[in-house]
């Protein structure tokens, strides 16, 4: 019918009617073409629907590219495949300059399209893996790119340990604070082993420098992962250098992950979080839906997995301090004030991801924030209550302090002294702002203190250390009894010194 493309079952019914003896007419009547339809369903150029038309021989226009195709470009070509067309059609047009129009480019491309599919070099094949439950287990590092998180408003440097067992897509994330450390591996595999309920055969890294030597030719397993991958009867495998599709089941993952992590953030509404776990807890929920996709897959991997040890093996690294005259420790270019009664006594740290621990012989003494300092740079994790007491004796040394800025504890503290700074004599601003911390330490209400200081620094004037005293810190009876003694006369005695006996009744 006009306006209607032929199609397969009428050409066939056509063509079978003519077969049979029927007219063109009544042949194109029964199939519901017209008559001129099945004459030209006849001819011997016309293609079926659905067929191939037959290969031209001839060119409809002529090449604009037959000067230079098989003369200069098909040469580079072949000593160069690499060569792309962008660089190809630059080329052409530097050497024949106003000779070839800008439709010539898409020609270009697909002649050399063509071309490569002909005579180009092979291209490596990707062959896909059969994986069996329990068999292996990947992890690797990845970042959040842009990262937008922050904590308390201030920007959050990090990166996610991620796991995945290969045959169910169960997946572990633990947010790291500092690099591709051996700590933030050890505990975020252990992590990872211990909420799955047991451990693969195999676990597969890349070329991390916790677990490999990677300044030896061989496959070395540095000394702490070897002992970890015994401890839990794992076999420790890593990818080829340089060839991270190697690892695809983890590789991939990563996308999926921070594409659901990126849609959780718009969903929230912010990407600003009160404190790090926090921030772990809302990657945890983010792999709880992943975890959910896969759960049945994971159900049948699990009997497939190795029981666990007793206990998890240490995830930290040992590291002796000692602690200055200055009442602080050193550790990866970072400052750390202590209590002030440790100087001079050698301590033991262990060196979390997230955290230090101090220890003296077998005592835990402290645990400090872990702090990581800028790449070529230096930093302080200082808390004004370890040295107030003898700051508090000698209040001139705080104007000079190295680390002075980093003594005030928050944003109020750091107004108060610009503003003490600036109004009162050196002498008594410093005698001023360490008395105001002193009496932070011993109340306990640094933030109250701070904001009470501000709020009359706004209304009239700065508030008087008695006033701030009185108000936070007011004194109290020492709660010790008040004893009233009774005199006797003298004259009680003497009667005492007649009585020749006691009369027991």
Known sequence: MPGFPTNT???RLYMKLREAGLTQVSAAVKAGLSERTGRRLEQPSHVPPGGQPAPRSWRTRTDPLAGVWESELVPLLQDNP????????????QRYPDQYDSKVERTLQRRIKAWKLQHGKPLEVMFLQHHEPGQQGISDFTQLKPNGITLKGEAFAHRFYHYRLVYSGWCHVKVICGGESYEALATGLQDAWWR???TPREHRTDSLSAAYNNLVEEQTLTRRYAALCRHYHVKASRNNKGVAHENGAVEAAHGHFKRRVAQALLL?????????????AFVDQVVLVINKACRTRFEEEKPHLRPLPRQRTNDYAEHPVMVSSSSTIRFKRITYTVPSQWVGTPLLLLAYDERLELYHSTVHLLTLPRLYAPKGGNGRCVNYRHVIDSLVRKPQAFRCSQIRDDLLPNADYKAIWAQVDATLPPTEASRYLVKLLYLAAQSGQELAIGQFVMQHLHSSALPSIAQCRERFAPETPSGVPLIQSHTVPLAAYDALLGVTGVAHG
């Open 82 to 93: 690499e060569l792309l067309p962008k660089t190809l059609w630059e080329y052409v047009c």
């Open 9 to 11: 079952q009428q050409y």
């Open 196 to 198: 799955s309920g047991g």
């Open 268 to 280: 929230r509404g912010s990407a600003d979080f009160d404190a790090l776990a926090d921030y772990q």
